[in-house]
C-alpha cells in the first residue's frame, strides 16, 4: 500500500450534506425574514465552518454578536436536522472498507462543528474510521495544520505515510500547511477548473480511481 495514513475531510469527500446545510441555513434566513439561498450558493459558501457559512449567506454585513447569534441558532436546527438528505457518496463506504482491509489507518478532519463530525461519522461510517476531528474552542480551523495534526495524534501515526483528501482550496491549502500531500476530487462542492485554480496537483474523478492513487507506492 502507497499511503497507510489517510486523512479525508467530510463534506464533500465523503458526506454530500449540501441539502442539508442548505437547509439549516435556509432556515435560520427564514425565521429572520431573509432571503434564501439556492443550491448553489451554499456550495460556494461551504468550507470556513458554520460560522462563515452563515456569514456568506446573509444578506448583508453585520455585527459580530448578531453574526454569533445566528450562528448558534443555526448549529442548534443543524444538529437535529444533519441527516435528512445527507448521504456517503456512491462508492465511499466500500472505499473505507478497503482501506481497512489494507491496514491504513483512517481519519477525518472537518470544519464542521466537532460534535456534528462525531454524529455524523459515527452514523455513516461505524469502526471504518478511527478517529474524527471537527471545529473545536481555542484551536484553528483549517487551513491551520492544528486538526491536521491532532487527529494524525489520534491515529498514533506521523507526517510519513501520510495523505489529505479533500474537495475544496481550503483542503489544498490545509495539506500544504501541514506538509502533506494532497488528491483533490472533483465530485464534491468544487469543480475540477476551480481545485486546478487552486493548485491541485492530483485529482480523482471516482472512488475507485482514489483506491488506484491511495495505493500505489
Not at 443555526?74 to 456517503?88: E, F, N, Q, S, V
Not at 457518496?89 to 464542521?112: E, H, M, Q, T, W
Not at 459515527?122 to 492544528?146: I, L, N, S, T
Amino acid at each position: 500500500m502507497g499511503y497507510t495514513n489517510i486523512l479525508f475531510d467530510l463534506d464533500g469527500t465523503l458526506l454530500d450534506t449540501l441539502e442539508d446545510l442548505r437547509g439549516a441555513v435556509n432556515h435560520q434566513l427564514s425565521v429572520s425574514g431573509f432571503p434564501l439561498r439556492s443550491l448553489e450558493e451554499v456550495r460556494q459558501f461551504v468550507g470556513n465552518g458554520l460560522k462563515e457559512l452563515m456569514r456568506r449567506s446573509l444578506p448583508g454585513p453585520c455585527g459580530e454578536a448578531e453574526l454569533e447569534r445566528h450562528t448558534a441558532d443555526l448549529k442548534d436546527w443543524y444538529a437535529g436536522h444533519d441527516r435528512i438528505r445527507t448521504r456517503p457518496y456512491g462508492g465511499i463506504l466500500p472505499l473505507l472498507d478497503r482501506l481497512n482491509a489494507a491496514g491504513c489507518r483512517v481519519g477525518v478532519v472537518s470544519n464542521k462543528m466537532d460534535s456534528a463530525v462525531q454524529d455524523l461519522c459515527r452514523h455513516y461510517f461505524g469502526g471504518r474510521v478511527a478517529a474524527a476531528v471537527g471545529e473545536r474552542q481555542g484551536m484553528r480551523r483549517k487551513p491551520a495544520p492544528d486538526t491536521v495534526l491532532l487527529a494524525l495524534e489520534a491515529l498514533g501515526a506521523g507526517r510519513e505515510g501520510t495523505v489529505y483528501v479533500g474537495d475544496s482550496e481550503v483542503d489544498i491549502a490545509t495539506a500544504k500547511n501541514a506538509g502533506l500531500p494532497c488528491v483533490s476530487v472533483t465530485w464534491g462542492f468544487r469543480t475540477r477548473e476551480e481545485l486546478l485554480r487552486a493548485g491541485a496537483a492530483v485529482l480523482a474523478d471516482t472512488p475507485e480511481e482514489l483506491w488506484e492513487l491511495l495505493r500505489r507506492p
